[in-house]
């Protein structure tokens, strides 16, 4: 509790004090003299000396009373209630001195009841103690003084004490409850006091809040409605099943010629045939999980010969119903269509001629030989073959994609594109190379891979052109560090490149040349396998020896394509 918290609760506290002993002192002045009845029955012979004695006691508590309300003073009033309280247990206790010893318990009663009245006044525990002890000790000192009269036993006074006690420490329990309890009150009502203020302040900020928010609701439902027609854009607002709710006038005048009307039509009547599962599926379905979803594609059917191509954005809306609704704004795409089919035809025709371009100059090389026919046709299919196979594998999934398939495929043929710059006599010549002619012929590797580095770097764009400078460069690496131009080996030899290099050797081994025949598919099989991880990669092997079969069939594939080619 706060100090500010403390002292409010110190000054109610001793505001309510001054109001009870108010209140106990008129019951005093009250019923102090009414007992003066029992007193008759009791003690008949006293009775004159004890109604003195309590008209003198209530005089006393109505001068005190007077003094309490004039000052209205706590310390004073806790003083003059202290003395009220001592005065009251010494009437009590004078009057058991003078009473009999049978009577003696009755008015032991009494002065139970004078201590249990401390239990209504709003004091502490030690404030309760205090006065209790003090009124059993003039009990007491009462009890043992000289007197005339018989004195009460031992035992009813050892009676009457051992209740006073525990009517004192009953009080002061009960006094400390009610300290606390009071305190809970207070605490309770201040929280209540200042949540109440919270409230009223949020209120009338929540008030202000909903002012402002309505004028902007209906400043914004005339923009709204402005904007809703002048938007250049189809707008719609349907239900669950496709009923119109609200039409902006541009989609009203495309349709204007439509079938029904009102909660006739529908929305997916107007949507073409074939498009109609896309809008159920793809917007509608999907709202129900989202509050909007943008760039769907479809086409609407204003008229029988006439559609619309659109890019429909759409957002779930909640009513007060809770019922959904699905407002689409819808913009008109159809030459947009139109420029990218037209786009997209273009630059198919150009991805050909370039192509057609790229195997011509492929087989400018191959076509100086009259025995390497069909070797750039079996090449991209031997690498497209083991580039599948690997792809397959776990360590190779991620990077060979189809995109690199395919495009490996296209840069394989462009593997021996520097033998154009290879002098035909070395070339063709039927027997073994001498070492300069040899050191002649490996710079065919250098040649390609530099004429299409060259290419590579014009092109902004990546494309299959940079697999094939790899190969270019790095067809001839080997595995062990034996191959040319720059020794490489393992993993230093990009994948492209050794993949390409089996699909080459398989091929050469295969193919009839000058200077051999062309061997069995066991036989290159064999001389492959034994060029494991000297020659070709441990993995690139493994994938030729899981696809082999692949390879057979598509070499006579090939090879029936070509004779019949011959034929014609």
């Not at 913009?331 to 037209?342: P, Y």
């Not at 200077?515 to 396998?529: L, V």
């Not at 070709?536 to 004779?563: C, G, H, M, S, Y």
Request: aromatic share 12%.
């Amino acid at each position: 509790m706060s100090a500010t918290s403390s002292e409010t609760f110190t000054r109610e506290t001793e505001k309510l004090f001054i109001e009870r002993s108010i209140l106990l002192d008129w019951i005093g002045v009250f019923f102090f003299p009414l007992f003066s009845v029992l007193d008759f029955f009791v003690s008949r012979e006293h009775f004159l000396t004890f109604l003195v004695w309590r008209l003198l006691f209530a005089f006393f508590l109505v001068l005190i009373l007077a003094l309490v309300k004039k000052k209205r003073n706590y310390q004073l009033t806790l003083f003059l209630d202290f003395i009220a309280y001592l005065s009251g247990g010494a009437l009590i206790s004078m009057m058991c001195l003078v009473m009999e010893d049978q009577r003696f318990i009755y008015y032991g009663g009494v002065i139970l009841m004078i201590i249990g009245i401390t239990g209504l006044l709003p004091i502490t525990s030690k404030q309760a103690l205090t006065p209790g002890f003090s009124i059993v000790g003039v009990y007491i000192l009462f009890t043992f003084s000289p007197s005339e009269h018989i004195s009460p036993s031992l035992l009813h006074l050892s009676n009457n004490v051992f209740f006073c006690l525990l009517f004192i420490l009953a009080s002061s329990v009960l006094c400390h409850k009610h300290t606390q309890i009071r305190l809970r009150q207070f605490t309770l009502r201040n929280k209540i006091e200042s949540l109440g203020k919270q409230l009223a302040l949020h209120t009338r900020n929540l008030q202000s809040s909903v002012d402002k928010q309505m004028e902007k609701i209906e400043k914004s439902e005339i923009r709204f409605h402005y904007l809703y027609d002048k938007i250049s854009d189809f707008v719609v607002l349907i239900d669950q099943n496709g009923k119109y709710l609200i039409e902006n006038s541009q989609f009203k005048e495309i349709f204007k010629n439509r079938k029904g009307t009102g909660c006739e039509a529908s929305f997916f009547d107007t949507v073409c045939p074939e498009d109609r599962t896309i809008v159920q599926n793809d917007i509608i379905d999907c709202l129900h999980n989202n509050h909007s979803i943008s760039g769907v594609e479809f086409r609407l059917k204003p008229e029988k010969d006439k559609t619309i191509a659109v890019e429909c954005n759409a957002r779930r809306i909640k009513n007060c119903t809770h019922l959904n609704h699905y407002q689409l704004i819808m913009r008109d795409i159809t030459e947009r269509k139109k420029l990218q089919n037209g786009l997209r035809k273009s630059r198919n025709q150009i991805n050909q001629a370039r192509m057609a371009i790229i195997m011509g100059l492929a087989q400018l090389a191959e076509y100086r030989d009259s025995e390497t026919g069909g070797h750039l046709e079996q090449m991209r299919e031997y690498s497209r073959i083991l580039a599948e196979e690997l792809s397959t594998w776990p360590k190779y999934k991620e990077y060979l994609t189809q995109t690199y398939i395919k495009d490996i495929y296209y840069a394989s043929v462009l593997h021996d594109i520097g033998k154009v710059g290879i002098p035909d006599d070395i070339l063709f010549k039927p027997g073994k190379l001498i070492e300069e002619e040899y050191n002649i012929m490996k710079n065919h590797s250098l040649f390609g891979g530099d004429v299409l580095e060259t290419v590579v770097t014009e092109n902004t764009e990546r494309s299959f052109l940079t697999l094939a400078e790899e190969i270019a460069y790095f067809h001839h690496e080997k595995w062990d560090g034996s191959g040319y131009p720059n020794g490489l080996q393992a993993n230093a030899i990009p994948l492209s490149a050794t993949i390409v290099a089996l699909a080459d050797v398989y091929d050469a081994l295969t193919s009839k040349r000058c200077y051999k025949p062309a061997f069995s598919h066991e036989k290159a099989k064999q001389i492959i396998i034994n060029g494991k991880e000297k020659h070709f990669a441990p993995d690139i092997v493994e994938a030729f020896l899981r696809r082999e079969n692949d390879f057979i069939q598509t070499r006579k594939n090939i090879l029936i394509q070509l004779k019949q080619s011959a034929m014609r």
